[in-house]
């Protein structure tokens, strides 16, 4: 099932927050030099796209069998990590992390 419906904001400070269920539920100081061409519309919609696309890769059945394999063994060094939704990297640099964590 789809999570709970959360939204990104961002303020005229280039803090962007998440809302979900009409509280907040976590914050970020963004920085506006490193905008590029996107307004803080197009970054709240862009790090909306990358949580739902983690998302799609935790609902798999692969991503629960790690997850299982994780809670009996514990993790090691090199292991994946999820990659961080809300960070003002471009598309590629996301996607690359985003494959990266998929395919291991």
């Given at each position: 099932p789809p999570?709970?419906?959360?939204?990104?904001?961002?303020?005229?400070?280039w803090v962007a927050y998440?809302?979900?269920?009409?509280?907040?539920?976590?914050?970020?100081?963004l920085h506006p030099e490193e905008q590029g061409q996107l307004t803080r519309e197009g970054w709240a919609q862009r790090f909306e796209r990358r949580e739902w696309q983690v998302h799609l890769g935790k609902i798999t059945s692969e991503y629960e069998r790690w997850a299982s394999h994780w809670l009996r063994h514990g993790?090691?060094?090199?292991?994946?990590?999820t990659p961080r939704a809300v960070t003002q990297s471009s598309k590629a640099a996301f996607e690359a992390q985003y494959l990266n964590w998929r395919v291991k």
């Open positions: 999570p709970p419906r959360s939204r990104w904001h961002i303020d005229e400070s998440k809302t979900c269920q009409g509280r907040v539920v976590e914050t970020v100081q993790r090691s060094e090199g292991d994946p990590v």
